[in-house]
């Protein structure tokens, strides 16, 4: 197994460039102006400050403070590097903002604390209360975080965490669920013990007796041994509350026999002969960071039976705290929280659990490089799963308002599970509409590539959701292999496997064809090599006939071999009208790019065929369209006769009588900048374009992928429009999900 390297000089010059630090702050707000000036500071900002004088609560809706989180810590405990002090804790509390902001889209500043007393710690930051919805506690050394957490909670009416005792612990425990469902064992019968009686080994114990586990089950040992019942040689008030009625005095005699072993202690503190002697199907959370107590290797020498786990992400099964407090503030947050109490921390672990069972999405397998599924080497989410923002937040509020945490209970969580997605992902706002539309129409939607892991997984994706039927072009046997390779052999009973041996309709299928194509140089054979054996022909084919209501293809070949067999059977060219439309989403805006798929170097009536397309499309998605024919060139400077079919194509929309806003030529800033806009009062454009036609095929993929590239954009499409039956082609680079939204596109005949 492959090991990540970092040298010491990337790593300086990660936090050096391209400016020192992580992050930094951006306004929400406009400040352009001496009116914005004047509501943001005076007199304006008066106004909101008078109101939560008198209502603290509206701090909540006129500030930042329901979605700021404060990481603070001392620096006496600094990952596993000891006491380095507080400025030296600094890379690391900025890293731990980054991760709030990364997945779960809470804002957060880095505190560092000088000062190593309690008292001054609880003081300093009790007095910074009003400015925060929450606080994350970091690296604190025990038994002095104990204090300052209790204090904290019981002055405080915010959330107070202290991530690496609770954080821990709900991965450990999400994991152990899955471990012990797997080994067909429960919670309150098996034996645990615990190697590390630190701050978060002694959280992981108390998580788990919440949740089940039995006091007398569970043994903890520290450097000196077994905790136990009369032991007074480096105790303390909360390693007793951990101590048991046993004879075994060290680790090695404490796990003979047992079913769990945790360990968040050091390197090689568990021998090979230590788990040889453990109990059947033994589970093995060997948390030691950097190197854990033993690695899955060894464990496996001497019990394939094991269930392993470390804190490291080279390994399976990673207990990785940053599934957990993201999505545990965000919750919080949402509820304006109190605390975040024990109820809301086992919500989390169920809800990280049961994710972990689900289907893995083809993003998550594409970033590990491998495909994921429900067993011994993956019982536990990992952090790229684009599902956690929507799925553990949910828990944690329902735990939450249940428990009577909340202070704004949420009222509408459907509506609030949505907005969740739509803060991570930028295509949810606008897929909610057309997925309830796709819904509606129970489409069959046709697969053409059924020998595409892909393809397979979207069609049982879009079975699975409700969304319709799915027709999987394929072999049969080759598609059962596939699907149960992927994890997904049950879902060969749901879908329906169609290929050209075993439809009733290839006579039908041929006949339509050679009358297509009969004067185009096609014979019977060569109608019968298309219709038989070319996938996206016999596809399509299906399609024309009725049996099928949508078409999604092109994620095994290159577009324009794939729009060159559709059009064996429609008339998807840009002599009939055809045009491909990319949805550009990017900082909460929406730009569809045309043409990206059909029109090489298209005239002025084709760019203003390609401009009704976009429009099209636009409507569909629930957009009021707005064209600009864009150049290098606006409204005749420079003069060039590269400009001239863009100046010509708005003349011939104007002939036509179209019904919606359109303009040209121009720039691109003129075209989407409303402040560039004020140059030209004489513009028919009433605000900044959404639909760019630009001169070229290769420009409009120039655009979109430079887009893509450097500026982070999601693209949907490109989207296959003015073809008399709704097909949607996908990238050879598609995902999963990819493919899935292009079905969901067919069956709303988006285009």
Not at 228 to 235: I, N
Not at 362 to 391: M, Q
Not at 663 to 687: C, H, I, W
Request: glycine share 8%.
């Amino acid at each position: 197994m492959s090991k990540t390297k970092v040298t010491a000089e990337e790593a300086l010059a990660f936090h050096l460039e391209p400016t020192p630090g992580k992050f930094e702050i951006t306004a929400t707000v406009p400040m352009t102006t001496q009116r914005d000036l004047s509501l943001a500071y005076s007199p304006g900002v008066a106004v909101p400050c008078e109101a939560i004088a008198a209502n603290p609560e509206t701090a909540y809706d006129y500030t930042n403070k329901g979605n700021l989180v404060a990481v603070i810590s001392n620096g006496t405990a600094v990952l596993g590097l000891g006491n380095l002090g507080a400025l030296a804790s600094k890379p690391v509390m900025e890293g731990k903002a980054v991760l709030f902001k990364r997945f779960a889209d809470v804002n957060s500043i880095d505190i560092e604390l000088d000062t190593e007393d309690p008292d001054e710690f609880c003081r300093a930051v009790r007095l910074m209360g009003p400015t925060f919805g929450g606080i994350n506690l970091e690296d604190i050394k025990a038994p002095e975080c104990f204090i300052i957490e209790q204090r904290l909670k019981e002055e405080m009416d915010i959330p107070v965490f202290h991530d690496d005792q609770h954080g821990t612990a709900v991965i450990c425990a999400a994991g152990l669920i899955n471990a012990l469902h797997l080994s067909n064992k429960k919670i309150e019968d098996v034996k645990i013990v615990l190697n590390g009686a630190g701050a978060a080994g002694i959280a992981c114990l108390e998580l788990l007796k919440s949740m089940g586990a039995r006091h007398e089950n569970c043994i903890m040992c520290d450097t000196k041994g077994v905790i136990y019942q009369g032991r007074t040689e480096g105790m303390n008030q909360w390693k007793s509350a951990h101590a048991v009625k046993t004879e075994t005095r060290t680790l090695e005699e404490a796990m003979v026999g047992c079913d769990v072993f945790l360990g968040v202690s050091a390197k090689g503190a568990v021998t090979p002969q230590m788990v040889a002697s453990m109990a059947d199907n033994p589970v093995i959370f060997a948390m030691a960071n950097p190197d854990p107590e033993i690695t899955p290797e060894e464990a496996h020498e001497v019990r394939m039976d094991a269930i392993v786990a470390t804190g490291r992400s080279d390994y399976p099964n990673q207990v990785n705290n940053v599934l957990g407090f993201p999505y545990l503030f965000r919750g919080a947050l949402d509820i304006n929280a109190r605390a975040i109490n024990d109820e809301m921390k086992i919500a989390c672990a169920h809800a990280l659990a049961q994710l972990a069972r689900e289907d893995v999405p083809d993003e998550v397998a594409l970033a590990y490089g491998k495909n994921l599924t429900f067993g011994r080497d993956y019982i536990i989410p990992t952090p790229f799963d684009p599902r956690l923002i929507h799925r553990i937040p949910t828990a944690v509020a329902k735990a939450g308002m249940d428990t009577g945490a909340a202070r704004r209970p949420i009222i509408d969580m459907e509506a609030y599970e949505l907005s969740l997605k739509s803060r991570m992902d930028p295509t949810a706002n606008i897929l909610r509409g057309i997925n309830a539309r796709a819904r509606a129409a129970q489409a069959r939607m046709i697969f053409a590539e059924g020998d595409d892991p892909r393809v397979l997984r979207a069609a049982v994706m879009y079975q699975r959701s409700g969304l319709g039927k799915a027709l999987v072009v394929g072999r049969s046997d080759d598609v059962k292999a596939k699907l149960e390779a992927a994890g997904l052999g049950d879902a060969v009973r749901e879908i329906e496997v169609v290929n050209a041996a075993n439809t009733q309709h290839l006579n039908t299928y041929k006949t339509f064809l050679y009358d297509r194509l009969n004067r185009r140089g096609f014979d019977r054979a060569d109608i019968h090599r298309l219709a038989a054996r070319d996938r996206h022909v016999f596809s399509a084919l299906m399609l024309a006939h009725g049996h099928g209501d949508g078409l999604v293809t092109g994620a095994t070949r290159k577009s324009a071999h794939v729009l060159e067999r559709i059009n064996k059977v429609f008339d998807a060219d840009a002599e009939h009208g055809a045009a491909g439309i990319t949805a550009l989403l990017h900082k909460g805006r929406i730009v569809l790019i045309a043409d990206t798929l059909v029109h090489e170097w298209p005239d002025e009536e084709d760019l203003a065929n390609i401009a009704e397309r976009g429009a099209v499309v636009a409507r569909h998605l629930g957009i009021e369209p707005r064209v600009a024919f864009v150049s290098f060139s606006t409204f005749g400077y420079p003069v060039s006769e590269r400009a001239e079919k863009m100046a010509a194509a708005p003349k011939v929309l104007d002939r036509r009588g179209v019904d919606f806003e359109y303009e040209g030529e121009m720039t691109v800033d003129v075209a989407m900048n409303a402040k560039s806009q004020q140059a030209y009062p004489f513009s028919r454009l009433t605000g900044p374009a959404n639909i760019l036609v630009v001169p070229a095929r290769h420009s409009a993929s120039i655009s979109v992928k430079l887009m893509q590239e450097m500026g982070g954009a999601t693209v949907i499409g490109p989207i296959l429009s003015g073809v008399d039956r709704s097909i949607q082609i996908c990238s050879t680079v598609s995902t999963a999900n990819d493919i899935l939204n292009m079905a969901v596109l067919a069956a709303c005949k988006v285009g």
